[in-house]
């Protein structure tokens, strides 16, 4: 989600909560004889606001289940960005509410206590990591990746591509009779003769020895396996050197076999990216619901023993 | 007809009352109609008037014009105050009106002997026989000598039709004057047609067929007196010229000056091919000129159906049109009416199969409400039970063929049945024949106008008495592609053009020209809707927008007097026109105004222009989490209506989805008018789409997809070749009572979790955002 000036709102409002749980949390110490503790009055309120936030952070994945859900019994359920934009803040603020629940201590090592709050920061961390890449990558994406497609496409584009440069190199390395020969200079008055054009064809072979070496691998297998290409600087350089030593015939077949490493690339690129734009969901996700199902049995345990 | 004025005047002695716009020679032809007396009526039906002709030829969409040059269809006109014996004038009946008062003597010795002396003039410059008479014994002149007595045809059995020889004609009587002796040419340069100008009597058919009918103006006259004669491109051989060879010269050419020299068609039609001469002999075929008929050879087959066998399958794309000439056929709706959803099966993957709903099962609140579904035939399939019969003597099939688009029903043999199979070219040649046309709208006024009218919302409840009212008074006009219907600025009272239109078959494009020029498309019509109600119903009576014929259009025109009355009996009618004029004026202005406000050329080429309601992705937000599409999938019952691919503008994606367009290309062509708009904006398809695609071909954006379902077929239905067949989908806006009736925004928006997805209109938000006119 990209926080923007549409998020003011959630922003101060998540500013004043939380000014006001640190405000009264100060008052709340000094009152207290031996320090703060989660079984106290305030103590417990922290619990129950905290985990009243995780929960509804939680149960943005549950309203995602449910796209199309309109009301949940008389209420309106809410566009799923509001869910979102929920999540983001309140989740944002339940950590320090929930620090102030368990009076910025983490418990004994090795106890419920200690793994829940360890586990909640893991989650915190993880999730401020994804706002902070859904912030970044997507604009990412959106300057170097302008021939961007569907991820899930992405076989079937690899498979174009791969079918394209084949057709290239194959129409470019074709032998043509008329371009076989090149004409000769000979002194005035003697016939004009013809020999083998050695250049071309010697262009034509250098063409298909990079096609069979270099760009079958980049295309098929991972491109990075091909560092003359990987990059768009060596992928640059490699394609200077060829140009330089191709005739001018085969020169538009360069650009174009230039122009799909290039779409090959951006699909790297793209794969790449993607990954790091949903790869932190895997441990954001399912930790959350540990941490969840590990502050119910807490609270369990806490209400039964209070 | 209403809007025409009737004139009385004597045909014969027998009063007559006919429109003002009839010809002499076409109120004599219709007079058995128009006779005043019940027994006059009866006895031209038995002894009908016949006057002959020669340069004048019928013709159903009147382009042929009539210019009277051979004089052969002359009558005589008696003085209005004098008995008839005393003659006033001769004067050519085809090209002169009636007039009221007028006395006509078309049967008389006198004008008898002027046709006949007329003729023996033609005839003197005519060979005698011409090779068509010598082959076919068809050429209209000789025909007309043969009438007059002035030639006698005999036969030789021994040879066959179109062979040289196979008729012998000759001069009843020595003439006085010798026989021409001199030829005035021919001209074989082009291999298909040959043309002989000592055959020619310079009726000028060919001239006005090259010109008016075909549009090429390659055919012209040159010379004076004896030199005169026909020619290609100011005198050049007819092979070296711009003809096209289109044939029309030689299908109007009533004589042997122009004849076929080619060998027919060779269409792969199945069945068996009908031969020149036996269409000829055919019911259908006889008033069509034998050159046509070798020409389309191979073009006409005779097909035989057992009971139960399939003639056409709906969604097919046939080019041919059926006649039925014996048995009977029904006709009927093969794909089940219901819409596509996807259902989980069992298993671990949870694996999904697309299913068919039945309109039973689950119905939609958007599905139609219509009576009745239009479909390519002489008859509309009632909408609860689509099915239907017809027999003998009827033409199915015609839109198929001559709009090129796919079939709109199944069509099965009812009992052992014969029908003719037809290529566009014939059923074109056809519909041109007045006595054709005639019979085919005698069957349409009995047989369809009413269930027709019932497929339009606004007369979809009219009682049996209105349409018998109206049956004999709507006039039923044919337009051919790109000819206007309705001008913008036009009369909605004129006489000719005035009143409210209902398509009958084809589809109409309705444009608005603004002061600066500019004219946006505001709608497509097809069968079953209806214009012109905005002028009839204004108290200025104006038309307010161009109505152009997009391909072969058929319409039913209710003239202005005939709407009064029948609004009068039934108010109703009025209440529903003025509510749908209220809503297309306010359309017409939501368009001006959009008009006005936006610089339309930056966003024409990539249709965004036309976008109503674009769905866009900001790039800069959007996670590619999909949610957009597994909402879009959830709503509609497992498929997706949009894909997140597309163009990209600046940081927004324009998603592969339904965009609602101003100019919904995708209307255009649907076989059965499935596919409509609701409230103006979505796109809604309902459940008797048969699957043809076309409306998916027709989306310049890819934004329709064509549905794969699943049906449960027994084996005899699989061997017939039934299929499991397609559905079309596209996005509803969410408009449906499956998805989101209580939110405003669709489920691909609302339940984007990054506010990256936007419903938009095009013109407005690109406007705002990416040209900086105005605030986003």
Redesign the interface.
Known sequence: ??VDR?ARGWIVATIVMFVASVGLYIPYVASTVHGPSGGSAAGLAYGVVGSLFMLIAVL?GLR?RF??L??IGPI?AG???T??QAHVWLGLLSYPVILCHAGFRFGMTGSLTWAIMWLFTVVFVSGIVGLVI?NI???T??ERL?LE???E?HGRVLALLRGQVKAIVDDATLEKDEEAFELEAVPAGAAVVTSPNARLLQAREQLRAFYEDDLKRFLDDDPRSVPRLATARTAAGTFGSIRASMPASLLPAIDDIEHLVAERRQIMQQRVM?HW??LWLLCHVPLSYALVVLAAIHAFQAVRYL | MSDTKLVNFELDGIPIAAPDTLTIYDAARLAHEYAVNEEDRRRLKEDPIDIPILCHKEDSRDELKSVGVCRVCCVMEGSPRLPYQVPKRYIASCCRKVEPDMKILTRSPDVDESRRTLVELLLAEHPVPCKRHEQFHDCELELLGERFGLLETTEDPTKKAGQDGKYKTEWVKPQVYTDRVFSKGTDFTNPSIHIDHSACVLCDRCVRACSDVAGEMVIGRMGKGKNTAITFDLDKPMGQSNCVSCGWCMISCPTGAITYAGSGIQAALPGAKLAAEDMKRHRLFKEISIEFLRRAEGGVVVRHFRKGEIICRQGDFGSTAFYIDSGKVDIFLETEFGHVRTRQKGGFFNRVASLLISREEKPRKEENTRAYIPIDAPIDLAYEKPFAQIGEGELFGEAACINLQPRSATVRAAEDTIVLEMLRNVVDILRRQKPFRMEMDRKYRERALATHLRTSDIFRDIPDEAVDFLRPQVSLLSFRPGETIVRQDQRADDPDNGGLYLVRMGHVKVTETYADGNSITLSYLSRGNVFGEIGLLSSEAVRTANCAALDHVEVVRISKPVFDELVVQYPALKERLGTLAAKRLADNRDHAAMQKRVSLQQYVDAGLYQAQSLLILDLEKCTRCDECVKACAQAHNGITRLLREGTKYDKYLVTTSCRSCRDPLCMVGCPVGSIRRKNDLEIIIDDHCVGCGRCAEQCPYGNISMHPIKRDLSKEELDKGAGNGFKATVCDLCNSDQCLDEIDDPACVYACPHDAAHRVDGQTFFDQTLFGNGKK
């Open positions: 989600m990209l549409n943005l995602k796209r199309t309109q009301k309106p566009r799923a960005h869910w979102m859904q990558i997507p604009r994406m959106l302008p497609t569907i991820y496409q993607y734009l949903h």
